[in-house]
């Protein structure tokens, strides 16, 4: 893999310019989503933790702004810092991975990332061959990164956590599922990787079809997945507010309507770049 750091480089470093941070980052009260799983981000992005009595498992960490937030609203929730055991990722964007580094040396916690994106936790900065490279801010360097493989499952305790690999919107986009529980009524959770064909100015898909042959894997995936709750990395994809105002997160269906959404977005991008 092709990385490349943009050390140095103006809009790279987490506290330089980002017009979008301040309102991904606005304040928002942490909430139970279902069961063991809660919401601990920012308005604007997601960051979700998955509990347990043997430890906890934390997934995206926002901003690099949003990293205090998170630790607070963990603590808010009742439950400790030190218990977050693992650390996962979506995809290793500054909005989604940016607090990581900090929230790692907060909790001492493993970070665990696909084998494309483990080498630009570790490094900082952005992969080379990320369609939106040049035109995003960095990543700084994260302690305490291993590589995930692709499909496996992860354990703490009584959780269960199982790594789909996503790739097109990154090239190691990773989505994650799990069961949450309430009493005897268990739901797939299902926390989806974002699918949107989003790349820097001049940048064209149509150039890459194994990019493209990779998008089509992961919208298969949310097609069949089992999903009774769908979570994704900017809320509104997931009309994460409308469910929380409505007090139900469960729609059956979410999965395969983000997917269908996908595949429009996909189909226009590629229309665009064809001049149709």
């Known amino acids: 893999m092709t990385l490349a750091l943009l050390a140095g480089v103006p809009g790279w470093l987490p506290g330089q310019a980002c017009s979008m941070c301040a309102v991904w980052n606005r304040p928002q009260k942490p909430f139970t989503i279902y069961g063991n799983t809660y919401y601990v981000g920012p308005h604007g992005l997601s960051s979700i933790l998955v509990t347990s009595p043997q430890g906890d498992i934390l997934i995206d960490g926002a901003l690099a702004e949003s990293a205090p937030q998170i630790a607070q609203h963990i603590r808010d929730l009742g439950f400790r810092l030190q218990d977050v ?69 992860l354990r703490v305790g009584s959780l269960v956590l199982t790594s789909h690999a996503t790739p097109g919107h990154t090239p190691g986009g990773t989505s994650w599922t799990w069961v949450s529980c309430e009493g005897t009524r268990c739901l797939n959770m299902v926390y989806a990787d974002s699918i949107s064909a989003v790349a ?3 940048y064209r898909f149509s150039a890459h079809p ?65 001049g149709k």
Not at 212 to 225: I, K, P
């Open 85 to 153: 055991k693992i650390i996962l990722n979506t995809h290793v964007h500054h909005d989604h991975a940016g607090g990581i580094a900090e929230l790692q040396r907060l909790t001492g916690a493993r970070v665990l990332a696909s084998p494309s994106s483990a080498p630009v936790l570790i490094a900082g900065g952005v992969a080379g061959d990320d369609p939106q490279y040049g035109d995003i801010r960095g990543l700084a360097p994260v302690a305490n990164v291993a590589v995930l493989k692709p499909g496996e499952t």
């Open 200 to 202: 820097r100015p001049g």
């Open 210 to 274: 194994e990019i493209v042959a990779q998008f089509a894997r992961s919208l298969a995936f949310l097609e069949t997945v089992p999903c009774d709750i769908l979570l994704t990395p900017h809320p509104e994809a997931s009309d994460l507010w409308e469910r929380l105002a409505s007090g139900n997160f469960v729609d059956p269906g979410a999965c395969r309507k983000l997917a269908a959404a996908g595949r429009e977005g996909l189909r226009e991008r590629l229309a665009k770049e064809a």
